[in-house]
């Protein structure tokens, strides 16, 4: 199976911003869907933001300030995050729906999780 490969996240003071990448590696594959779901401690993992074909969805709590974008040629799929608040803080991840490999198998994926912290 493929992997997805996340990376961006880090340690940002409130009001800052940080870009988030997320690859699909290791074969050739079509993704149906991407997003990103996030987890805060003692909380369920949450939607943040996803993009299938030119539907675009965002939790409320993000609109305006996140922007999520994909390359359907590198499989990968970004996340710029504007006006950090310290509320953002989680583990962010990254998310694929429908990978179909070239002999057909069919599955959904998570990536391992990156940290986001937004504090001063």
């Known amino acids: 199976q493929v992997q997805l490969v996340e990376s961006g996240g880090g340690l940002v003071q409130p009001g800052g911003s940080l870009t988030l990448s997320c690859a699909a590696s290791?074969?050739?594959?079509?993704?149906?869907?991407m997003g990103w779901y996030r987890q805060a401690p003692g909380k369920q993992r949450e939607l943040v933001a996803t993009?299938?074909?030119?539907?675009?969805d965002y939790a409320e709590s993000v609109k305006g300030r996140f922007t999520i974008s994909r390359d359907n040629a590198k499989n990968t799929v970004y996340l710029q995050m504007n006006s950090l608040k310290p509320e953002d803080t989680a583990v962010y991840y990254c998310?694929?729906?429908?990978?179909?490999?070239?002999?057909?198998?069919?599955?959904?994926?998570w990536g391992q999780g990156t940290q986001v912290t937004v504090s001063s």
């Open positions: 998310w694929a729906e429908r990978i179909t490999e070239s002999n057909l198998n069919e599955y959904d994926q």
């Open positions: 290791g074969k050739t594959v079509k993704i149906y869907g």
């Open positions: 993009i299938t074909g030119d539907i675009i």
